[in-house]
C-alpha cells in the first residue's frame, strides 16, 4: 500500500457541487485506507509530482489530461465519468473531441453506476471499472405529525429542471398537506428569480436555499420522500444519501436514475413531466403502502452504496497499477 493520488476537480474549494462532494468522498475513503491525497482544481497545480492522478468529469479535465501524459508519460490516469459526460453527445463538436481524446488517453476509466457504460465504445467498456458511490445513514427519525415534507435537493441550474417539483405541487387536491423543500445554491439568476416568484404564488413551495450539508442530510432523513427532477445525471449522490437514509425515491427515467435505482423502480418518472409526479406524490401521500414500498425499496438498495464496499473498489482499481 502506498502512493500518492492527486485527484483533480473542475469544482472551486468551496463549491459543493456534485464533483466537489464526489471529490471529497472519494479522498476521505483513500486517506482513511491509508493513501496520501491531494485536491487540486482549476489553475491549482502539484498534480504532476502524484503517482496517479484522478480526473473528474471527462470533458472538462481533458486540458489535465494532456498535461499529466505530457509530463508524466505511462503514469496512470484515471478518468471519472460525471454529469453532462453522459449527455455528450448533444454538446458541441469541440467537446465531444475532449471527451472521447481524454477516455482514450485514461488508463482507465471509472462509472459511477452501472448504465454510464451504455454507448461507450467497447475498448473503453474493456478498461472501465464500475465503483459506486457510498454514504453512511443520516439520524433523522420516522417523520411525524401532520405535515407531509418532501425534500429536493438542487441547485438552480437548467440541467436539474430545479422547479418541476413546485410545478407539480400545484397539481395536487386542495386537501393535499404536501410541502416541498428545497435546498440549492442560486447558480442561475434566472431561475433564482423564477424560485422567488413561484413561493409568492405557491404556498406549496419552499426554496431554502443553499445550506450545510448536515441540515440538507436531516431534512433528507426526516422526509416523507426525497424528489429527484434532473434531466441528466452521472450518478447523483443527493439519491444515494436518501437510499441510506431509508427515505422513498422519486425520481426522472434518465440513465443516472435507472443506473442507482434499477429500471423497475416504482418511483420513476419521466423527465420534465410535471403531471407524472404530481401523480405519484399524491399516491404517496394517500396510499400508505406506497410509502412502505418505498422505504423498504431504499432499505433493499442501501446495502450497495455502503462505504466499505467504496472503499474495496478503489483498493482494487489501484492494486491494477501495483499500489
Given at each position: ?45 502539484g498534480a504532476a509530482r502524484a503517482d496517479v492522478l484522478l480526473a473528474l468529469h471527462a470533458f472538462k479535465c481533458a486540458r489535465v489530461a494532456r498535461r499529466w ?255
Amino acid at each position: 500500500m502506498g502512493g500518492h493520488i492527486a485527484i483533480w476537480t473542475p469544482a472551486t474549494p468551496h463549491s459543493r457541487s456534485g464533483n466537489r462532494v464526489t471529490a471529497l468522498r472519494i479522498a476521505l475513503l483513500l486517506r482513511r485506507a491509508g493513501r496520501t491525497v491531494s485536491l487540486h482544481g482549476p489553475g491549482e497545480a502539484g498534480a504532476a509530482r502524484a503517482d496517479v492522478l484522478l480526473a473528474l468529469h471527462a470533458f472538462k479535465c481533458a486540458r489535465v489530461a494532456r498535461r499529466w501524459r505530457m509530463e508524466r508519460g505511462a503514469a496512470p490516469l484515471v478518468v471519472l465519468l460525471s454529469g453532462t459526460d453522459l449527455y455528450v453527445d448533444a454538446l458541441e463538436p469541440a467537446t465531444r473531441a475532449d471527451f472521447s481524446a481524454t477516455l482514450a488517453t485514461a488508463t482507465r476509466v471509472v462509472a459511477l453506476q452501472p448504465r454510464a457504460l451504455v454507448g461507450l465504445p467497447p475498448e473503453i467498456v474493456a478498461k472501465t471499472r464500475v465503483i459506486l458511490q457510498s454514504a453512511r445513514p443520516w439520524p433523522g427519525g420516522a417523520p411525524s405529525g401532520p405535515r407531509f415534507d418532501v425534500v429536493q435537493l438542487a441547485h438552480l441550474r437548467a440541467v436539474k429542471d430545479p422547479l418541476l417539483a413546485a410545478h407539480a405541487a400545484r397539481l395536487l387536491p386542495r386537501a393535499s398537506r404536501l410541502q416541498v423543500r428545497h435546498l440549492g445554491a442560486a447558480l442561475d439568476p434566472e431561475l433564482a428569480a423564477e424560485a422567488r416568484a413561484e413561493m409568492e404564488r405557491n404556498p406549496r413551495y419552499h426554496w431554502l436555499g443553499e445550506r450545510p450539508r448536515a441540515d440538507a442530510l436531516q431534512l433528507v432523513a426526516g422526509a416523507r420522500a426525497f424528489v429527484q427532477t434532473s434531466r441528466a445525471e452521472g450518478g447523483s449522490n443527493a439519491v444515494v444519501e436518501a437510499l441510506v437514509s431509508g427515505t422513498p425515491v422519486l425520481a426522472t427515467r434518465i440513465e443516472g436514475n435507472v443506473g442507482q435505482l434499477g429500471a423497475d423502480h416504482p418511483g420513476l418518472f419521466e423527465v420534465g413531466d410535471a403531471q407524472a409526479l404530481a401523480a405519484l406524490l399524491e399516491r404517496l401521500e394517500r396510499e400508505p403502502a406506497l410509502e412502505r414500498s418505498l422505504r423498504a425499496r431504499s432499505g433493499e438498495l442501501a446495502a450497495r452504496y455502503a462505504p466499505e464496499r467504496e472503499s474495496e473498489a478503489w483498493r482494487a482499481l489501484l492494486a491494477e497499477f501495483g499500489l
